[in-house]
């Protein structure tokens, strides 16, 4: 096979290297990388044979291998509970459609074979928690602006929530990634599943990176990554880790006292709810989070199912 580039995402690979390890290269995030990873190993593993020699098997036997390994993690166990849950499943087929497309992508294989295989009904509820405007107001009082790091925390919050930024996205933004676009000032960045997303920034987000910059004697001609840790041992030489803002988010919320299972996913799905109870559409929804699919938008969804019935919306015939 001769050495090609072809692009995957928005990256260009060179074809003819190992195949697993230049999949793994190209996806975005650390912890996207190792959780493929681990899934498509337990793969092969499960069907015996090394990636390298998936081209021995013809694709009906690829698509039964991939059917059995699904039926084999999802069955019920003693009758009552499954031995992984679906959402859990579902992002293992993902992980095996999504390599296999890679494959197609390096004229590996001449077709997916596994596109047409089914994943498991992923329960609509999602299972974690989001914020009440009142415990999300109580979090962003706690911050202590006069400070560098409170400065930092609150861009960071702002980013979260307003934006409906993931917490790699967040840890990855660059301050050229700020620019004009139109009438609007724009946050441009890729994020999950290498989409391109455009978030216009609201006025009280472009203060707060500004106030955050303007602390770190930068500002927005500056470039590198916008979020520093400023720990002892790194004193603003490295870019902030998604994993210190899990835990930047989880200090803030035993310092509110909130109890609820609050990670930094919860400000996306607070930021769903209130949009969608202040009449946002899906659509414009869909816009902010950057889902295709207004399932996933709907799991999202936390407003009051009665307080917000559309019975309020109807007028009365008495």
Known sequence: MSNNLVTYGTTAIQTG????????????TPSTKRAYQTDIKLFFEFIGI????????????????????????SKVKDGTSYILNASTVARKMTAIKT???????????????????????????????GLT???????????????????????????MYHCAMRRNEVAKVKIEDIRPSGEFQVIHFIGKRNKVREIPLKPE???????????????????????LSHSNRNQGTDNLTAES??????RYTEKAKITKNITPHSFRHTAVTVA??????????????????????????????????????LPSIN
């Open 17 to 28: 290297g190992n195949p697993l390890s230049q999949f793994l290269a190209g996806q975005l």
């Open 50 to 73: 090394t990636p390298d020699k998936i081209i021995t098997l013809n694709p009906s036997e690829i698509y039964s291998a991939v059917i059995q390994y699904r039926d084999s993690i």
């Open 99 to 129: 390599y296999f497309e890679f494959l197609v992508k390096l004229g590996i294989i001449n077709k997916n074979p596994v596109s047409d295989v089914k994943s498991p009904s992923v329960n609509p509820d999602s299972t974690s928690e």
């Open 133 to 159: 405007l009142s415990e999300l107001k109580s979090i962003f009082n706690l911050i202590d602006i006069n400070f560098l790091i409170g400065k930092r925390d609150k861009a960071i919050l702002s980013l």
């Open 205 to 227: 987000v472009i203060q707060a990176l500004r106030d955050y910059l303007t602390a770190t004697d930068r500002d927005f001609q500056s470039k590198g990554f916008i979020f």
């Open 245 to 250: 803002i899990y835990y930047l988010v989880k």
């Open 276 to 313: 969608l109870d202040n009449s946002a559409s899906y659509r414009d929804v869909m816009n902010l989070t950057g889902h295709s699919d207004t399932r996933l938008v709907k799991r999202y969804d936390r407003g009051d199912k009665l307080k917000n019935n559309a019975t309020w919306k």
